[in-house]
């Protein structure tokens, strides 16, 4: 199992940090047909062989995926897509 770990910072304020990370979201869910459920400022992602969250702070917004052992050989790949979407979300 491989881990993802995003993490940027912001001064963006939470609700205007949340509205941007749901369209990071929008797209995770989109590219890799995954389910979304957010419970407050968390949303939780799923899909067969992936788990993961998406976590809106004050300051910060932290992606975290684990990844099975499928698409672990991928995850240098997703990581790098997850980065360059995350800084193009939050601009």
Do not use: C, F
């Not at 509205?19 to 929008?26: H, M, P």
């Amino acid at each position: 199992m491989s881990t993802i770990r995003v993490e940027r910072k912001h001064q963006l304020g939470k609700e205007v940090a949340r509205q941007k990370a749901e369209r990071l979201v929008d797209k995770l869910v989109s590219k890799y047909d995954m389910n979304a459920e957010w419970k407050g400022d968390v949303v939780e992602l799923t899909r067969s062989g992936v788990t993961g969250q998406v976590a809106v702070g004050e300051d910060n917004v932290v992606v975290e995926l684990k990844l099975g052992m499928m698409l672990s050989m991928m995850g240098p790949m997703i990581e790098s897509e997850v980065d360059r979407a995350l800084d193009k979300a939050l601009a």
